[in-house]
């Protein structure tokens, strides 16, 4: 049996800090009602001539240094993001060349704040098939750069940060335990960046390089979706909610994962995520929770993590695997 199992993770996140009290003095908004209504205190963000390949770079040079691995010989890369540095060419292609990796390919793939675990998906199904050995799959985002600081509902979320993760081919087993992907695009309007006007679901997108959200909306349709799918897993896969170690959900809001958990009977304190210093990363939040719960000394190896991503689409994606 061909199987994939993640061998090493690396992250990275930019100096600057932009805390609760920072956006106090930018728009109309309180360090109380930021920490009550969303649990974050602080984000990083990227300097201007720092970008998305950046960050994927300084991630997959930590994950080397910490685990004295090489990444020469990947023959995939994977970068999930909204904010590549150019609409193309990708940001898989330029840190093909900055990581010196010659014999690769090099895709990015676009499913907003579920990016990462469809990527992980992407990668652990094609080193199944036996048609790869070892993929570089990085979640990252610098939504600094399409965020409006003039809009208290959305400036007060994001962040920007990268996880880097390798897959790699096991002969003997899959750590790969089951998934579950879905799209909504009925909620489309919900959550978007559009270059022009356009018409969709009989609304009109307007015409904006930022990030237009109506957070309500996106916040029910989670809240309403997310618990469903993951019962959908633990029945595909036979699994009981007290077998799974850590529950990682994508980092968008506090008072988002606990109606998730609660819905799920799941204990709080076995959940990771990266939003209280970090916001909301986008495809970032899973690996750079993940890598805080392992830095941490929480997640050991076996431990069996269930990981959800949701975001713009509206997107989700489910993965539950051993680490
Ligand atoms: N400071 C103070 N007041 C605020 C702020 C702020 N930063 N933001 C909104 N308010 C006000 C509103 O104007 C509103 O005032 P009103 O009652 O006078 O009209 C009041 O607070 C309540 O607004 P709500 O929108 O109901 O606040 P809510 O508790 O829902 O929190 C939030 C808003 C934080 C945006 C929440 O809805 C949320 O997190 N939603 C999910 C967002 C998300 O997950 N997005 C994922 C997509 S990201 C991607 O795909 C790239």
């Known amino acids: 049996m061909l199987g994939a199992r993640i061998t090493a993770i690396g992250t990275y996140v930019p100096e600057r800090r932009l805390t609760n009290f920072d956006l106090e003095q930018m728009v109309d908004t309180s360090n109380d009602w930021i920490i009550q209504r969303t649990g974050i205190h602080e984000r990083r963000i990227a300097r201007p001539d720092e970008f998305t390949s950046d960050l994927c770079v300084s991630a997959v040079n930590d994950l080397m240094q910490r685990y004295n691995k090489t990444v020469e010989d990947v023959d995939m890369i994977i970068v999930a993001t909204s904010t590549p540095d150019f609409p193309f060419p990708s940001v898989s292609s330029i840190i093909q060349n900055r990581l010196n990796i010659s014999q690769t390919g090099a895709i990015d793939l676009s499913a907003a704040c579920a990016g990462f675990v469809y990527a992980l998906h992407t990668a652990n199904s094609l080193i199944s098939s036996g048609l790869h050995k070892k993929i570089l799959v990085i979640g990252a985002d610098s939504l600094s750069k399409v965020t409006d600081y003039t809009d208290r509902s959305t400036c007060v979320l994001f962040g920007d940060g990268a996880g880097a993760v390798l897959v790699e081919r096991d002969e003997l087993s899959n750590d790969f335990i089951g998934f579950h992907l879905g799209s909504d695009g009925s909620g489309a309007q919900h959550v978007y960046r559009s270059g022009l006007s356009k018409m969709v679901n009989g609304i009109e997108l307007i015409d904006t390089q930022l990030l237009v959200q109506n957070g309500r909306?996106?916040?029910?349709?989670?809240?309403?979706?997310?618990?469903?799918?993951?019962?959908?897993?633990?029945?595909?896969?036979?699994?009981?909610?007290?077998?799974?170690?850590?529950?990682?959900?994508?980092?968008?809001?506090?008072?988002?994962?606990?109606?998730?958990?609660?819905?799920?009977?799941?204990?709080?304190?076995?959940?990771?995520?990266?939003?209280?210093?970090?916001?909301?990363?986008?495809?970032?939040?899973?690996?750079?929770?993940?890598?805080?719960?392992?830095?941490?000394?929480?997640?050991?190896?076996g431990d069996q993590v269930l990981m959800y991503g949701f975001g713009s689409g509206l997107v989700h994606a489910g993965q539950l695997l051993k680490i």
Request: contains cysteine; hydrophobic residues 40%.
């Open 217 to 301: 909306e996106v916040f029910r349709w989670v809240v309403r979706n997310v618990p469903d799918s993951i019962r959908q897993i633990l029945k595909k896969t036979q699994t009981t909610l007290d077998q799974v170690d850590w529950f990682i959900p994508h980092s968008a809001n506090l008072r988002m994962i606990e109606p998730i958990c609660e819905k799920l009977n799941y204990p709080m304190e076995k959940t990771l995520y990266s939003l209280v210093n970090f916001g909301n990363t986008s495809a970032a939040t899973i690996p750079l929770a993940l890598d805080l719960g392992i830095r941490e000394g929480k997640v050991k190896n």
